[in-house]
């Protein structure tokens, strides 16, 4: 995982990333939504690259369900986004 400079939530929040990843795309406005394992891929690159800040949102079609189904299938990369040493 690439190392990227992080910012801190508030006072007392978590450190994510300087760079989010916005998930918008994944589900919605850009056509028809590529199979489940192709965006898994892009989640997956996303959080290579030192992504730990996924922006998603209910109006952004299956984004929120994309993304449980991505960390139930691959558990081990919650821990690599997640900086808050939470799971």
């Not at 997956?44 to 449980?68: C, F, K, M, P, V």
């Not at 189904?69 to 990369?77: L, V």
Request: proline residues 5%; aromatic residues 10%.
């Amino acid at each position: 995982m690439v190392t990227m400079p992080t910012r801190q939530l508030g006072k007392n929040g978590p450190s994510i990333a300087a760079v989010g990843f916005g998930a918008m795309g994944l589900s919605a406005y850009y056509g028809t939504p590529a199979s489940d394992e192709v965006r898994f891929k892009v989640i997956d690159r996303a959080i290579e690259l030192g992504s730990t800040y996924i922006d998603t949102a209910d109006i952004y079609g299956d984004n929120e369900e994309l993304l449980g189904k991505y960390f139930k299938k691959y558990p081990q990369q919650r821990k690599k986004s997640d900086t808050s040493g939470s799971t």
